[in-house]
């Protein structure tokens, strides 16, 4: 039996005579997206296989295999999954959570604690906790709050001007207009449109563009589509600058990060 996907169990969210943490493993074989919710408790998440992107009203956060995602108490969110996944999350009680940042982050895992969540993950998953499990709990923290919180979403502007070009963005990011006739879409001058678009964002556009392309790559490689249609559909010409691109973004070359997402056929199960 797997943990839901995406959504904490009521009861174990809210009950607080219950252990501070509990999880499950996270195993599927098709898509899956889940509309937007919120969890009592804080959720860490982490990928041994496949991709997920999870999105709120101010960033979106692509999580691939190795790496591990921080979600606090109470944030709406939605998420969804492209194509088998495998990996474990486990949700914290929120009287653990006042330490950690009230925003998302993502972070590389490293062998112990994804070794150690898993572990969590499985024992913890019916609720039953004993010597043993609380202290791997313990240290499964100490490795979690000295894990380097390094890597950001991808930010979300609020002005409505900027929003029609990130929109479109989302559903076509091959589009290779100039940014002149991005900033002609917003309905702003060039000046204009590069100087709000980095106040509301933090960036600056063409660093948010290649970031929403190798998102949107790293989704259509875990469904399995070809390098090369990947990087035509995402608006490179050139299969090479695309395998560059991508791996200053990811640190591995695309067709690496293909193979990666393939869950071990002993490892494939239905979530329940």
């Known amino acids: 039996m797997c943990a839901n996907l ?30 937007r919710h919120h969890h009592a408790r804080g959720q860490i998440l982490g990928l041994a296989s496949g991709v997920m992107v999870f999105r709120t009203n ?57 070794a150690q969540a898993e572990r969590l993950a499985q024992t913890t998953q019916e609720g039953t906790t004993s010597l043993v499990t609380t ?12 894990l380097p919180r390094r890597l950001s979403g ?30 002609a879409l917003a309905g702003m001058s060039l000046r204009s449109f590069v100087r709000h678009f ?11 563009l290649q970031k929403r392309r190798m998102i949107d790559a790293q ?7 070809r390098v090369t249609d990947v990087a035509l559909a995402v608006g490179y010409e050139s299969i090479g600058a ?3 691109s991508f791996r200053r973004s990811t640190g591995c070359r695309p067709s690496r990060f293909a193979v990666a997402q393939a869950v071990p056929p002993d490892d494939k199960r239905t979530s329940g």
Not at 135 to 146: K, Q
Not at 219 to 225: D, I, P, V, Y
């Open 135 to 146: 202290r791997l709990a313990e240290s499964f923290w100490d490795e979690w709050i000295a």
């Open 58 to 114: 101010r960033a979106c956060w692509s999580v691939g295999p190795g790496q591990v995602l921080w979600l606090p108490p109470d944030l709406p969110h939605e998420a969804r999954s492209h194509g088998a996944m495998a990996g474990w999350t486990l949700y914290l009680h929120p009287c653990r959570c006042t330490n950690l940042p009230d925003t998302p982050f993502l972070a590389e895992g490293t062998p112990l604690l994804n």
């Open 154 to 183: 991808l930010p979300i502007p609020s002005d409505p001007r900027l929003r029609r070009v990130t929109d479109h963005l989302e559903m076509a990011p091959g589009d290779r207009r100039s940014q002149s006739e991005w900033a």
């Open 198 to 208: 980095r106040a509301d964002t933090g960036a600056g556009f063409a660093v948010w």
């Open 242 to 244: 695309f395998s560059a």
């Open 219 to 225: 989704q259509r490689l875990a469904r399995g589509e």
């Open 6 to 35: 995406f959504i904490t169990p009521p009861d174990a969210a809210r009950d607080d005579s219950r252990f501070w943490l509990h999880g499950g493993s996270l195993t599927q074989d098709t898509r899956r997206i889940a509309p």
